[in-house]
């Protein structure tokens, strides 16, 4: 059973910076596929980053191109999202997943067996 405990929210204003971090307990290997996603009130859950832990395969949202840096510490056993230039519409609970067992086809689209409890941003302009 993997346990994932996210951590890092805050509030900030409007071009500010803030890292999320992902700590994954239980078992996790290579061929995990883990991503952050978010869901702000009244709007679904979207996608923000996923990484293929084996091979650092990273894929983004069109919304936080050029503005988020997912990342892996395999000793901590820790997933990081860095996001800058943060703006009003990053306000949202922060969600890190884990999927097991995908390999290369890591992607936004895949089966996500764990998640976390979540991590609140808050960005004002």
């Known amino acids: 059973q993997v346990q994932l405990v996210e951590s890092g929210g805050g509030s900030v204003q409007a071009g500010g910076s803030l890292r999320l971090s992902c700590a994954a307990s239980?078992?996790?290997?290579?061929?995990?596929?883990m991503g952050w996603f978010r869901q702000a009130p009244g709007k679904e859950r979207e996608g923000v980053a996923t990484?293929?832990?084996?091979?650092?395969?990273?894929y983004y949202a069109d919304s936080v191109k050029g503005r988020a840096t997912i990342s892996q510490d395999n000793a901590k056993n820790t997933v990081y999202l860095q996001m800058d230039g943060l703006k009003p519409d990053d306000t949202a609970m922060y969600y890190c997943?884990?999927?097991?067992?995908?390999?290369?086809?890591?992607?936004?689209?895949?089966?996500?067996?764990?998640w976390g409890q979540g991590t609140q941003v808050t960005v004002s302009s």
């Open positions: 997943a884990a999927a097991n067992d995908v390999g290369w086809a890591c992607s936004m689209n895949s089966a996500w067996n764990y």
């Open positions: 239980g078992y996790t290997y290579s061929r995990t596929c």
């Open positions: 990484i293929y832990l084996g091979g650092g395969n990273i």
